[in-house]
């Protein structure tokens, strides 16, 4: 089934910190992933992506875990800086009646205190 | 030189009124998508056309018709506005249905 928004889960961390956030997917069929950043006022813009045929991929201080077995997604951002500040989704792509779609999570908020 | 482009950034009218928001994209792409964002941010599909073909339609209400006049565009209007159509709607783009999505700034309704 697909994620229903109840609230939106907040990530306090320190500058410089290590930040980790969690996202359950909902199709063990779904082969793709992608983690979005959206900041105040603007659109969810890419940041790294995986394919179902890798357990981990990283890019410039993010790193994308996917486990499989329990459907679940990880985004490690390494010494976070205050314009990591934002909200931050992940996305399954998802075959549905013939054509394939994206479903987005609930999104987790990441504040970073100076 | 903005990939996906959408306007209004913002749109305040009454209840009943009639609206249309515009999506161009400059990417090539063949495959575009509405999506609306509520209050609690929560991103969820409405429409998908693929080269101009409607491929996804989420049970939305038909007061929203999207039309794609070329596979470049996308425009959404919206018929007899209601005060839980108030969002922020989103465009985007890709290139097949298989790949990322690259989103506009935003389309902010309010309705009054």
């Known amino acids: 089934g697909e994620s229903v928004g109840l609230h939106l889960p907040t990530l306090s961390v320190q500058e410089g910190d290590n930040s980790i956030i969690n996202c359950a997917y909902s199709?063990?069929?779904?082969?793709?992933f992608i983690w979005y950043k959206q900041e105040s006022g603007k659109g969810p813009q890419f940041i790294i992506d995986i394919r179902s045929n890798m357990d981990k991929r990283q890019g410039q201080r993010v790193t994308v875990l996917l486990n499989k077995t329990v459907k679940h997604l990880s985004l490690q951002i390494a010494a976070t800086q205050p314009g990591d500040s934002a909200v931050y989704f992940c996305?399954?792509?998802?075959?549905?009646?013939?054509?394939?779609?994206?479903?987005f999570g609930t999104g987790t908020r990441l504040k970073v205190l100076a | 030189d903005t990939a996906v482009s959408q306007t209004p950034k913002y749109l305040v009218t009454q209840m009943g009124n009639d609206k249309s928001i515009k999506c161009e994209q400059n990417l090539g792409h063949d495959t575009m998508y509405w999506y609306k964002q509520d209050s609690k941010k929560f991103l969820k599909i409405m429409f998908s056309?693929?080269?101009?073909?409607?491929?996804i339609n989420e049970t939305v209400p038909n007061r929203f018709s999207p039309k794609s006049p070329d596979k470049a565009h996308l425009n959404l209007h919206i018929n007899s506005l209601e005060l839980g159509d108030s969002a922020v709607y989103f465009c985007a783009s890709s290139r097949t249905t298989r790949e990322k999505l690259f989103f506009g700034s935003g389309t902010q309704l309010s309705v009054l």
């Open positions: 199709n063990s069929a779904s082969d793709y």
């Open positions: 996305a399954e792509n998802t075959q549905d009646s013939g054509t394939y779609k994206y479903i």
């Open positions: 056309y693929n080269n101009k073909e409607l491929i």
